[in-house]
């Protein structure tokens, strides 16, 4: 279990901004914001869950393409990131002090068609994830539905652009390694094998969709900007504990201007992105 440590991604509005700059982009790399198996079979007033909500961006763009008869209901352990709630459309609702690693309160147990799930990684570990799973599962009504959708950024690295100017993202490389070294090592980060996990859940017609981040070509300098602002950002924060073998503030800021460099010359990160799907049973 990773031990007890700061958020390493900061709550503040340059991270509400890279949260919505990054919606936008997986989304049109993947293709679709709900899998088209759970789409079709979605009643008329489902109602669904999003769980680590962060602003809620995925519900509100889900509502704006989904029948106004859905219930959207975001759960996040803090309100920080949470868009006003005079912009939201009337069937979204925002819950905070919500903890997806504690037990839900009985009047929402068996009470969804379907739970969405994004980009919480970082609080996960080894036993995490399969505990987090059992836990949001308990949200389901029997033959309800979950989607959740990760960044395997174990697999990242720099890769050389196509330009003939660009560098082979040495940099880029580097800060990734630190990153991911210090996630495995201190904290026991990993990433499950999703089918076995939601099969081992009990959960049924698993299906899990794996997209690179380089599948749309002109996508590739989103993802790099993406991702050098969250692995920078969380070796800066790292930094602050001055633990050694962690790099000094002054070194990540020398590193990061070299991985801003590779990336400027067309080189960019590349990782994997998982959607994974499955069905309580009936
Ligand atoms: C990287 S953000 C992703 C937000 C959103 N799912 C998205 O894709 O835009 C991770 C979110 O998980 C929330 N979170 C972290 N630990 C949590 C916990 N134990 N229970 C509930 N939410 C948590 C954070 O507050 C943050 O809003």
């Known amino acids: 279990m990773p031990e007890e440590e700061p958020y390493w991604l900061s709550r503040n509005p340059t991270e509400q901004q890279r ?5 936008e982009v997986w989304t049109k790399s993947i293709g679709y914001l709900l899998h088209p198996s759970i789409a079709r079979i979605l009643p008329g007033n489902a109602r669904i869950a999003d769980v680590g909500c962060g602003t809620g961006i995925w519900m509100t763009e889900m509502a704006k393409s ?3 008869t859905y219930q959207f209901d975001g759960y996040d352990i803090s309100s920080a990131q949470f868009q006003s709630t005079d912009t939201l459309p009337p069937n979204v609702s925002l819950n905070s002090e919500s903890d997806f690693k504690k037990s839900y309160p009985e009047n929402l147990v068996g009470t969804y068609d379907l739970v969405n799930i994004r980009l919480i990684i970082i609080s996960m570990g080894e ?10 599962l308990t949200l389901l009504k ?14 990242a690295r720099g890769f050389r652009g196509s330009s003939s100017t660009s560098s082979g993202g040495h940099f880029l490389t580097l800060g990734q390694l630190k990153l991911n070294g210090t996630l495995k090592e201190r904290f026991g980060y990993n990433f499950p094998n999703w089918m076995n996990m939601f099969t081992e859940a009990g959960l049924q017609n698993v299906e899990e969709d794996v997209l690179s981040t380089d599948r749309l070509p002109e996508q590739r300098s989103d993802f790099t900007e993406i991702g050098l602002g969250a692995v920078f950002g969380g070796l800066k924060n790292l930094s602050s504990t001055k633990t050694e073998g962690y790099w000094t503030e002054q070194e990540v800021g020398e590193y990061r201007q070299k991985a801003i460099e590779d990336m400027k010359s067309g080189a960019y990160l590349r990782w994997d992105l998982h959607v994974s799907i499955g069905f309580k049973a009936l």
């Open 19 to 23: 949260l919505a700059r990054q919606h």
């Open 66 to 68: 989904s029948p106004s």
């Open 127 to 136: 036993g995490v994830w399969e505990s987090t799973l059992r836990n949001v």
């Open 142 to 155: 029997p033959g309800g539905a979950i989607q959740w959708i990760e960044g395997d950024f174990f697999v």
